[in-house]
């Protein structure tokens, strides 16, 4: 299958990879289906592309490249609804806001996109750690 998006082009999926996000994404709370691609070899950064929409995608990355000592503890709630059984099940990214300037991307670590990887299925978390930002420079 694939979604032939206006800024990202062609991307091709197999039915397997699509994740659902049960209760969408804030602003996006209609789409609900969307697949993770690469960007580019040796790239940290990956494309969440809507199916269902191909005109809505976003750039996103693993918030351990921008903090290493990144940390976060699920709520009960947040387990439940994606089914997470273990650590191993889960793993995590970062919305980014591009710019121009490469100094000015940023991520959002305050809310990160928590994915069951074996379930396909995910939502976005919203942290009250107040060291974590909506807007973290990518690069320092």
Request: no cysteine.
């Amino acid at each position: 299958m694939e979604v032939i998006s206006p800024i990202h082009g062609k991307i091709q999926y197999e039915e397997d990879e699509v994740i659902k996000f049960e209760k969408g994404l804030p602003g996006f709370d209609t789409l609900k289906k969307y697949v993770i691609k690469a960007v580019g070899e040796g790239s940290p950064f990956n494309i969440l592309q809507s199916i269902e929409d191909k005109d809505i995608g976003f750039v996103i990355i693993s918030p351990f490249i921008i903090k290493d000592s990144y940390e976060i503890k699920l709520s009960e709630e947040i387990i439940k609804n994606l089914n997470i059984q273990k650590e191993d099940d889960v793993v995590l990214y970062s919305l980014v806001t591009l710019s121009e300037k490469v100094e000015n991307i940023t991520a959002n670590l305050k809310a990160p996109l928590v994915i069951n990887i074996n379930d396909k299925k995910g939502e976005q978390y919203i942290l009250d750690k107040e060291e974590y930002k909506i807007k973290t420079k990518v690069f320092n």
